[in-house]
């Protein structure tokens, strides 16, 4: 980093997230910015094209999360990164394990400013085989953690409080937040419903809409509907829809109608 800035590369999919990193290096002569991505196969080849020095990499993306972009690219070939996440799950211990520089969303100028402060000390004490051991113990981490979560971790209100996955009824989507409907309360979490999907046992929790998940233990009774659908009725009394789309898939895990 002697004479050449540092080559930065921002791949998140929110637009505001990409802008704000863009403001926070405009005036800082250290860094150069030579590309955005917004999903995860475009990074994988933005990555082998530009050969960037740094990339802020979200851990959930379209098409390919920010794990698998790592795998795709090989260790030897990885630039030094900072991850960004909005999910205080397994992922965020991980990175404090191994050392790795993260950014939990939404962040501030200040943590920011200590993140990539953080970087240019690696550039200038030539770390950057270290960075690489670093990661790949942090995908070897990735590969041998439980494959779903037993509890969530839930921020609110300047409190931390823990959620067990089985006291969820239903989850149901809100643009970019879900809500966690139990019989206690129904807490809001910074999570798509398509990444929470991911990370619940699906022999325990199955989309049944677009906009919702459901616990299968609590469901109650299913009503046929029109046009292929059904109606649920859950313990607590909650009704939602089945659609056509997703009948298929909770007859696999529920069992065939005698």
Not at 14 to 36: N, P
């Amino acid at each position: 980093m002697k004479n050449a800035p540092i080559r930065a590369l921002i791949a998140d999919d929110e637009a505001l997230a990409r802008k704000f990193i863009h403001r926070m290096l405009r005036d800082d002569h250290d860094v150069e910015i030579v590309g955005e991505c917004s999903d995860g196969k475009e990074t994988v080849a933005m990555i082998r094209k530009q050969d960037p020095d740094l990339v802020f990499l979200d851990v959930q993306m379209p098409e390919m999360n920010g794990f698998a972009v790592l795998e795709a690219i090989g260790i030897e070939r990885l630039p030094e990164i900072i991850f960004a996440t909005a999910y205080e799950q397994y992922a965020i211990r991980a990175f404090e394990l191994h050392a790795l520089d993260y950014l939990l969303k939404p962040f501030d100028q200040a943590r920011f400013k200590e993140a990539i402060k953080h970087a240019k000390e690696r550039f200038r004490s030539v770390r950057q085989s270290d960075g690489r051991m670093q990661i790949s113990a942090l995908l070897e981490t990735i590969k041998s953690k439980p494959p779903y979560l037993a509890r969530l971790v839930i921020k609110a209100g300047g409190r931390i409080t823990f959620l067990s996955a089985d006291e969820i009824n239903w989850i149901q989507a809100d643009d970019k937040y879900v809500h966690l409907h139990t019989s206690k309360g129904s807490p809001m979490v910074r999570q798509t419903l398509s990444a929470m999907e991911t990370q619940l046992d699906p022999k325990k929790f199955r989309r049944v809409h677009r906009s919702a998940i459901v616990n299968l233990e609590r469901i109650k009774e299913l009503q046929p509907l029109f046009n292929g659908e059904h109606s649920i009725l859950l313990e607590d009394g909650t009704k939602l829809t089945l659609s056509r789309n997703y009948k298929d898939k909770l007859f696999e895990v529920l069992g065939k109608p005698l």
